[in-house]
């Protein structure tokens, strides 16, 4: 029973909206947006489960003092200041955000993000010198491909090469790039397709924590 | 002379006739029909006519054929379609269209009464029902030929063969595992292929006794990947060293996320990293930090944008469809696999109707075009 | 010389010389020209077709961390729209940040405009959950999705909204977009819906769109700071109220222009590093030989 409650329900929530893609009577959509709807609603009441693991976890941090514990306390101030002005701006603010709040987003998460999103800059540098290595033939082809669209998307390309390098760079793009993307995606749809078969025919059962038997 | 100038006049006057009948006042439309949009949920009723004109067109709707009218929407005669869709299932309606024409409003001849009915099927999704039956079909085809006992060969997949060393690798220098399942939520199947490889990593060290850390970015996935190293112990009769710590849930953030694993790799420098779900822009700064941690790498996801980044700095990478694969391969179960050779099959389909649809359009034939085209 | 010391460049000396390079053209512009291509002239073209009063709908997709590439591009498309009396109508799909990043420039934008009414000229809907339920409900009745607006305004009392039922009156989608959503729009609307989609995205991502741009599911694709300048340089060329945009000093700082300098410098110490590890990994190869 245990193990055949979440095999049916997974059945019946899998198999309704693609029954719902190809019919589109009023009863059969309405229930599919009904689905919709659910699969917010239960997004959202997981998001407490994981707060409460969390701050269970570094109060635990900081009671046994353990490495690190006092980015603990920073951690739990942070989400403790943010949660309070977010939910206060909900409840009290003209526009849903509290002034206090706005500050905090623009002058601490905002540059925070954008300063995590920069480091692919020295990232890319790095990767890109220590894997582009002329190998093999595929190596040295992956190699000056990287160089024309590099050299393509900035404007010393076509000053150096008198406007040849973008057209160059983009028929890379358009033409090669495109149809191994193109490829990757059909392979990769057809793979997701199969899996989710399997998931709802339950087939595959491992995300339920279970072996098959 | 006479003759030949009234000759002239007629011609010019049959000229000009539809010009001189519009300006004093006739309709820019003409032959307005309206019917049920087909293939809706009966929300819906499309109006159809001739332009005869130019100009802007008032859309009339009454219930009565000699009711009052109201205006419900507006059109350009050159449009020649619109789409009225604040109609109630079921109810009659009467439709036409007005312009204003040399200061007079001009009004089409009514049409009606027609009704918006909720359809059943949508016509022009025929070809995606054929291929969802035909990809079905295969699975159990492919499936029931499993259960018959046959051998189903599945080539190498490099990564998956590397989890074993990789996990040993971690056990002899005593170091941690950390299993990364990507950044999306449990409704994405890449998280679910994902959590099926976390189940053979979670065996392997539960029976070496290796250390494993699982940060997760979703709290739903969190909850899933918990209960699949928790059973994964359980299985392999070592459910004592399980610790709820050693799956966690870090924050809802991207880049707080990756900044929080990343420290961690930087910390702790695990032995082995696994990278595998659905990521994006936080990959690169996960894979190159835990290259110079000095970790063994292997990642898995299908988004073809992240897919250069693991390649240049991971040991082993499942490329799309292998991640899909995986759970397939690692336990050899003859009904998996069969699902595996059914989507070969698909694949294999797929590129007889792409070559057949290239060689057509060679001889200007686009009937394949048309049959694959989706709506 | 250790040639192999040269073949392992500490990642330290990388990231230093990436980082000087970077600053380099924050501190003295170059100005280098930007030749637009045929994905970014899609959009302008596109927009250039519309009549005033049409409406378009441009979603922001992005959070803070995409805001040095998609801000850029934000700020010349809703300059464009405006300049030319077409509808806006944003919204928001990401959830986190969208929305304020949707706000932001339409305060950096709207500012430059003396006539603009909210409301009418343009709404801001503010963010909706639920991730592609919401883009297929909108295919019904934008108003039913969106029934107030950011600040809570009731939408079916705008002059804007009661012109847009639904997809049907929309011209084209703009979806400014990270990750995935941009796909959304094109698997999604202009698959099931046939509205023109848009896409301006991160660099990431842009190869990846390219496959939608081919199989026309998209019109256009705006990559990162490249597509932003690219549309920034077609206004320029198009119209004088751009050029003098544009020249402000304090306008040129935020602009992807400026940011192609940095791009620029970036791609070729990267080329540089390179070519100069092929030429060790080489020379290492023939010292074994010898």
């Not at chain 1, 309704?16 to 997004?43: C, E, M, R």
């Not at chain 3, 073949?7 to 053209?25: C, H, N, Q, S, W």
């Amino acid at each position: 029973m245990r193990r055949t409650i979440p095999l049916v329900l997974t059945f019946l929530v899998g198999m309704y909206p693609i029954f719902a893609f190809f019919v589109p009577h009023a009863t059969v959509s309405g229930v599919n947006q009904w689905l919709d709807k659910a699969l917010v609603i239960v997004a959202a009441f997981a998001l407490p489960l994981g707060v409460v693991n969390l701050v269970g976890m570094n109060l635990e941090k900081i009671k046994q003092r353990r490495a690190g514990w006092p980015y603990a306390i920073v951690l739990l101030a942070g989400l403790a200041v943010m949660a309070y002005f977010g939910v206060i701006g909900v409840i009290k603010g003209d526009t849903g955000f509290h002034p206090t709040f706005e500050v905090l987003f623009e002058s601490m998460v905002s540059p925070l993000q954008a300063t995590m999103f920069s480091l692919l800059a020295f990232y890319v540098a790095s990767a890109a010198y220590r894997a582009f290595r002329a190998r093999n033939v595929e190596a040295t082809i992956l190699l000056v491909a990287a160089i024309i669209v590099m050299m393509g998307r900035i404007p010393f390309g076509d000053m150096l090469t008198g406007g040849r390098m973008t057209p160059l760079s983009e028929w890379i793009m358009n033409k090669p790039n495109a149809a191994a993307q193109r490829g990757i995606i059909i392979g990769a749809a057809l793979g997701a397709a199969s899996m989710s078969i399997r998931v709802i025919l339950g087939i595959e059962r491992t995300y339920l924590g279970k072996s098959r038997d | 002379m006479r003759r030949t100038c009234f000759s002239i006049f007629a011609v010019w006057i049959l000229m000009m006739a539809p010009h001189l009948a519009y300006a004093q006042g006739s309709a820019p439309v003409a032959g307005l029909e309206a019917f049920d949009t087909p293939s809706d949920d009966g929300s819906s009723i499309t109006l159809r006519w001739e332009a005869k004109g130019s100009g802007p067109v008032d859309v009339m709707r009454s219930t009565s054929r000699s009711g009052e009218y109201e205006l419900v929407g507006e059109a350009l005669a050159a449009d020649q379609v619109f789409g009225d869709a604040t109609v109630e299932e079921g109810v009659g309606y009467y439709y036409a269209l007005a312009s204003v024409t040399g200061g007079d409003t001009v009004m089409t001849d009514v049409t009606g009464p027609v009704a918006a009915r909720s359809n059943w099927f949508r016509n022009a999704r025929k070809n995606t029902m054929v291929a969802t039956i035909v990809m079905f079909a295969l699975v159990g085809v492919y499936v029931a030929i499993a259960r018959r006992g046959k051998e189903l060969y599945v080539r190498k997949i490099a990564g998956l063969n590397a989890i074993d060393e990789a996990v040993g690798r971690a056990t002899e220098m005593g170091k941690k595992i950390f299993y990364i399942p990507g950044i999306m939520s449990l409704s994405e199947i890449q998280t679910i292929a994902s959590l099926s490889i976390l189940k053979y990593v979670s065996n392997l060290t539960a029976v070496y006794g290796t250390d494993i850390e699982v940060p997760n970015k979703d709290p739903l996935v969190f909850s899933a990947a918990r209960e699949t190293v928790r059973q994964a112990y359980m299985e392999s009769g070592k459910p004592d060293q399980f610790k709820e710590d050693m799956v966690t849930y870090l924050t809802y953030d991207q880049f707080a996320y990756a900044a929080s694993v990343t420290a961690k790799m930087v910390r702790e420098r695990p032995a082995t990293n696994f990278m595998i779900g659905s990521f994006f822009a936080e990959s690169l700064i996960l894979a190159e930090t835990g290259q110079a941690a000095g970790a063994i790498q292997i990642a898995g996801t299908a988004d073809v944008t992240q897919l250069p980044f693991f390649v240049t700095t991971c040991d082993y990478t499942l490329l799309g469809e292998e991640l899909y694969a995986a759970s397939a391969y690692l336990s050899r179960e003859p009904v998996l696999l069969g699902s595996i050779k059914a989507q070969d099959a698909a694949k294999a389909i797929l590129m007889a109707i792409m070559a057949l649809g290239i060689v057509l359009l060679a001889f200007d034939t686009d009937i394949i075009v048309r049959l694959l085209k989706t709506r | 010389m250790n040639l192999k010391k040269l073949l392992y460049i500490d990642r330290r000396i990388i990231y230093l010389v990436v980082a000087i390079g970077a600053l380099i053209p924050i501190i003295r512009p170059i100005g280098l020209p930007v030749v637009p291509t045929e994905p970014v002239i899609g959009l302008f073209d596109k927009l250039q077709s519309l009549s005033p009063g049409d409406a378009v709908i441009i979603s922001y997709d992005y959070g803070p961390s995409s805001e040095p590439e998609l801000n850029p591009m934000s700020a010349a498309i809703l300059r464009h729209c405006f300049h030319r009396d077409i509808r806006v109508i944003i919204m928001a799909i990401f959830p986190l940040g969208g929305v304020n990043m949707a706000i932001r420039q339409l305060e950096r934008v709207t500012g430059e405009f003396e006539d603009l009414e909210y409301g009418t000229d343009f709404v801001n809907l503010g963010y909706k959950d639920g991730g592609q339920a919401p883009m297929k409900a909108m295919a019904v009745s934008i108003r039913e999705v969106f029934p107030n607006d950011v600040d809570g305004n009731d939408t079916a009392s705008m002059p804007i909204m009661s012109k847009v039922q639904n997809y049907d009156d929309v011209k084209v989608v703009i979806s400014l977009a990270t990750g995935i959503i941009g796909e959304w729009w094109a698997d999604l609307v202009n698959a099931q819906f046939d509205v023109p989609v848009a896409v301006g995205c991160t660099a990431v991502s842009a190869p990846k769109y390219y496959a939608f741009l081919r199989s026309n599911q998209m019109i256009a694709v705006l990559g990162g700071l490249r597509g932003a300048s690219e549309y920034e340089e077609l206004l320029r060329r198009n119209f004088e109220w751009a050029r003098e945009v544009y020249s402000d000093p304090d306008e040129m700082k935020q602009s992807a222009t400026t940011g192609m300098d940095v791009q620029s410098i970036i791609h070729v110490i990267i080329i540089a590093f390179i070519i100069f590890g092929n030429v060790m990994y080489f020379a290492t190869g023939k010292e074994k030989g010898r």
